[in-house]
């Protein structure tokens, strides 16, 4: 009688691969031993993301800032320009301290001062002639004023009508000089219309006299050794003169204890030309 083979109740055992880097043996299908799982460590080309180039900018340098640093140097040269004239004002005034000339009106005599009117009041003719003293004085030391010719008129101070006009001659008034002009001739021969003849008529009739102003207009150029400016217009008013219409053939003296002569630069500010 033959014997009957049974099955063993336990599996074959099966070869397993080595452990992959010290770690638990892992089969071929991609589990360990223990029951895990792991990544394979091999290449594949679908698992990285596709690459993209990205587009290409220029790079361009900011106008924005090159105009701010051209502001920035204009504004602090600018700045600094302005200083340099302060300080150079300032050092100016300080040593040579400038001043305006002084004018004085010293006499003025009425030698004639007629006023005349037609017996029908059709014209009238006005005639005068006086005589002037005037002196200027420069109060600087280290400037000189050279004038060119005065012209010099006299009006009446109420109605503002010409009474008279005459020159003065040209003169340079050196540091700290005065000059004196005698003899100044002012006089007109005109004939007024009626509304002037109005205005003027109540002036010469007043007993304390007519209140008449000297004017004189000319140019001036200032020198400070090498330096020379240009000419600037002067205008030198004389108020508060009081005169008197004469009688008969000698002068009447004009009070001028009361005038004051003011300067009138046509220009506030000296131009210097160096």
Not at 14 to 31: K, L, W, Y
Not at 172 to 179: A, D, F, G, L, R
Not at 183 to 194: E, F, K, P, R, Y
Request: hydrophobic residues 35%.
């Amino acid at each position: 009688m033959s014997e009957k083979v049974f099955p063993s109740a336990k599996p074959a055992a099966t070869a397993v691969p080595p452990a992959v880097n010290g770690g638990a043996p892992v089969n071929t299908n991609g589990t360990t031993a223990n029951g895990g799982t792991t990544k394979s460590h091999l290449y594949n080309p679908t698992s990285r993301p596709p690459y993209r180039p990205q587009p290409y900018h220029r790079r361009h340098r900011p106008r924005r800032n090159y105009c701010c640093c051209c502001c920035f140097w204009t504004i602090l040269i600018i700045l600094i320009l302005a200083l340099l004239v302060a300080i150079a004002g300032s050092v100016f005034y300080v040593l040579y301290r400038p001043n305006r000339p002084s004018f004085t009106l010293a006499s003025l005599r009425i030698h004639r001062l007629n006023l005349t009117t037609t017996a029908d009041s059709s014209s009238s003719h006005l005639s005068t002639l006086f005589n002037l003293t005037i002196s200027s004085k420069n109060p600087n030391s280290h400037l000189s004023f050279s004038y060119d010719p005065f012209v010099v008129s006299c009006v009446s101070s109420n109605s503002d009508v010409l009474i008279g006009n005459g020159t003065l001659p040209a003169f340079v008034s050196n540091s700290k000089n005065e000059t004196t002009f005698k003899g100044v001739v002012v006089t007109t021969s005109i004939d007024l219309d009626a509304e002037t003849v109005n205005n003027l008529r109540p002036d010469l009739k007043k007993k304390n006299g007519i209140l008449l102003k000297v004017q004189m207009d000319t140019k001036v150029t200032v020198k400070m050794g090498g330096l020379k400016s240009k000419k600037v217009g002067i205008r030198v008013s004389c108020d508060g003169v009081k005169g008197v219409v004469p009688k008969g053939k000698s002068p009447s003296l004009a009070n001028v204890s009361g005038a004051k002569c003011k300067v009138d630069l046509r220009i506030k500010i000296w131009r210097w030309t160096f």
